[in-house]
Every structure is written in C-alpha cells, then in structure tokens.
C-alpha cells in the first residue's frame, strides 16, 4: 500500500494513552502503566506488538542533543532533480550519514534535506559532493542558526 493510501487506524482511549507515554519515554514500565490505565500488562504488551505490526510504531529510538555530539550545524538543502531520477537520488541521499530526513516536496524544488555536520567545512564538503551527482539540477541552502524547537514528536491526541 503506497504512504498516500495507507489507511489510518481507529484507536481507543487505551491505545492512545499507550501512545501518548510511549512518546515521552519508550522505557517506560508496561507494568507501571498497566497499574496507572487499570488493565493488564499483557493487555498493553499485546496493543504495543500489534501496532509495531501495524506500522503505527516505527521504531523505538533515543532522541539526541545534536549539539552536544558536536554537530554544530544543521543544513536545509533543497535540491531540484532531474525528474526521471526523482526517486532513486532520494533512496541515495537518504543513506548519507549526516542526513536526518528527506522530503519529497511540490514546488520550485523536488526535495528537502536536512543534515547535521560538525562544522561548516564538512558542509561545503557535503554540498561540492551532492553537486557533482548528474541528477541534481541545482540546490538552494539554507544555515539554521538557532533551534527554537526539533522534536519529531507531535501532539496526536
């Protein structure tokens, strides 16, 4: 099923509680928030496997302070490809180490980069190289120079 056609999910007041404290902290206790909802551990054990099944939860991951690991800078690259190679440069660019997301977008530009580099020479390194693939047309870049907030999280209830 194609992401524009993948059908959302009915969720009960269990399912998005479950949701909402997994967003805070993936550590947290089944048992502990089994006792706090009032069901069994098993109950949520159960609903947390069918939505990873589902897709629901992608994945369980650490959200990280960038900064503190040295990466500095944050990069908004916007690039216009050569359409018929659309697809394939952003399976490419999405395996770059330093990228954080990649966005098919409508507009003057195909796609939006964003990546972390620890200084502005590994910027213009990462930029001369992405300039060099024959199916980028032209990038427009932009250099983030405060994070007001970067949080993959949303509030969904």
Do not use: C, W
């Amino acid at each position: 099923m194609s992401d524009s056609k993948k059908r959302t999910v009915d969720l009960d007041a269990i399912d998005r509680r479950l949701l909402i404290e997994l967003t805070r902290d993936a550590r947290t206790s089944l048992r502990r928030l089994a006792e706090e909802m009032n069901v069994s551990p098993a109950t949520l054990h159960n609903r947390m496997t069918r939505m990873v099944q589902e897709g629901m939860i992608k994945s369980f991951v650490a959200l990280l302070d960038y900064s503190k690991l040295g990466f500095a800078l944050t990069g908004i690259i916007m690039a216009k490809v050569d359409g018929k190679h659309l697809v394939e440069f952003e399976k490419e660019i999405a395996n770059a180490d330093n990228v954080t997301a990649v966005y098919d977008v409508v507009g003057e530009y195909d796609v939006v980069i964003i990546a972390k580099f620890r200084s502005v020479e590994e910027l213009d390194s990462f930029l001369k190289q992405l300039l060099k693939n024959p199916k980028i047309e032209r990038t427009y870049t932009s250099i983030v120079l405060n994070v007001v907030k970067e949080d993959p999280r949303i509030r969904i209830f």
